[in-house]
């Protein structure tokens, strides 16, 4: 599955951006989807992730209450608004998937396609 992530930009310090990770397949809809972030010298660590039965979504701790992960079945889109942005969420973000059959894994490790990147700047 091919992942096109868009979105990423320049932004102030409290301000909002929509990151969005368009597929090449519909298998990724029927996946478990997350995002991603790293920064130079850091691991890739998740920042959210909706289950392939999409009732289920995880937020990791440092954006809970102000990311929003969505998806959109039909456009093989899934979406990732964040609002209320801070200079410590600058990052590069991902988009992946967890192509295997009805499985949600948290660890990158398990998600076996990858969006390039897309850049995300908070200036304070």
């Known amino acids: 599955v091919q992942l096109q992530a868009s979105g990423g930009g320049l932004v102030q310090a409290g301000g909002s951006l929509k990151l969005s990770c368009t597929a090449s397949s519909s298998t990724f809809s029927r996946s478990s989807r997350g995002w991603f972030r790293q920064t130079p010298g850091k691991e890739r660590e998740i920042v959210a992730s909706i289950s392939w039965r999409e009732g289920s979504v995880y937020y990791a701790d440092f954006v809970k209450g102000r990311f929003t992960i969505s998806g959109d079945n039909a456009k093989n889109t899934v979406y990732l608004q964040m609002n209320s942005l801070k200079p410590e969420d600058t990052a590069v973000y991902y988009c992946?998937?967890?192509?295997?059959?009805?499985?949600?894994?948290?660890?990158?490790?398990?998600?076996?396609?990858w969006g390039q990147g897309t850049h995300v700047t908070v200036s304070s």
């Open positions: 992946a998937a967890d192509t295997r059959p009805r499985r949600w894994s948290l660890s990158a490790n398990n998600y076996d396609s």
